[in-house]
């Protein structure tokens, strides 16, 4: 057993031991994406309940139980990855029928988001069984808290995933994320990243908040523009290495005539001298005041 995790494992226990995990129900259990230590003490406690481990790919999923002193034997493990989902899905729905715990863990964070588990999920649910999350680490929600939002953007994000690989499908996906006005999240693999930043110039001045190794040894979190990201990459030979997550940052929001700025600044100017109204207008909608004033001098004459 590995020493580092002995006492969290009895953590585990005391703390979730009492609590209430039914039979017949699926755990969706969210399992690191880098660091070991981020895994939750109920997570250790149900990943030893289980009468079946269901996973991605079992021997990594051993590997990382073993890593907290959880040994089951191979008749506790059961494959459910992206080629063999909906067929495994009857085996997992009959198991639970049968009155056994289940548990799914992908290879890194939480389970159906980008990895299998979605269609198993929908397929159990239908089925009448219950589907039971056990939250915890997720590369997306990891760099969306990190990254920050600018201060035109409050509309929430949207998650893209993996872009395709062949690069004319990848330019068409490029097309229609650049006319999301909102924030998206986007994954990437290694040997990819190159070409994700080169079909991203088109973006231009957007911000892209890259995360790279996230709560890993040599995790690394930038924002530059869109243009920039191909540089940044190359600007040091270990940025193309380890997982990568990126973050299409909000359009900012164009001052066009019928915006709600022009709005506020026709009803102001109405009541008020247009300097005034450019101050109160600033003040309301957190404007740069020059910007406001050239556009009510444009309303004004139009």
């Known amino acids: 057993m590995n020493v580092n995790f002995d006492s969290a494992l009895s953590a585990a226990h005391a703390a979730a031991a009492a609590q209430n995990h039914p039979t017949g129900t699926l755990y969706m259990v969210a399992t690191p994406i880098g660091n070991l230590a981020d895994i939750s003490l109920r997570a250790l406690h149900v990943l030893s309940l289980c009468d079946t481990l269901a996973c991605e790919d079992t021997r990594h999923s051993q590997t990382l139980l073993r890593a907290y002193g959880i040994d089951r034997s191979a008749s506790h493990w059961l494959a459910v990855h992206q080629h063999n989902e909906a067929e495994a899905a009857q085996e997992v729905i009959r198991r639970l029928q049968a009155g056994q715990r289940?548990?799914?863990?992908?290879?890194?964070?939480?389970?159906?988001?980008?990895?299998?588990?979605?269609?198993?999920?929908?397929?159990?649910?239908?089925?009448?069984?219950?589907?039971m999350p056990l939250p915890g680490a997720s590369s997306v929600t990891s760099l969306l808290s990190a990254c920050g939002t600018p201060a035109h953007d409050s509309s929430g994000f949207v998650f893209v995933g993996f872009l395709p690989s062949k690069a004319t499908e990848r330019a068409h996906a490029v097309e229609v994320l650049k006319q999301e006005p909102r924030t998206q999240v986007l994954l990437e693999a290694p040997h990819r990243i190159e070409a994700l930043a080169n079909a991203l110039d088109v973006l231009g001045e957007r911000f892209v908040t890259v995360g790279r190794e996230l709560t890993k040894q040599f995790e690394e979190i930038a924002t530059v523009a869109a243009q920039d990201l191909g540089a940044w990459l190359q600007g040091n030979a270990q940025r193309t290495r380890g997982e990568f997550v990126l973050v299409v940052h909000a359009q900012a929001k164009e001052r066009a005539a019928g915006s709600d700025n022009d709005r506020l600044l026709k009803i102001l100017m109405q009541e008020l001298p247009l300097k005034t109204a450019v101050k109160v207008a600033a003040e309301i909608s957190g404007e740069a005041k020059n910007a406001l004033y050239d556009r009510a001098l444009e309303l004004k004459q139009a």
């Open 102 to 131: 289940v548990a799914y863990v992908s290879d890194a964070g939480t389970p159906a988001i980008s990895d299998p588990g979605a269609r198993m999920a929908w397929q159990v649910q239908s089925s009448g069984l219950r589907v």
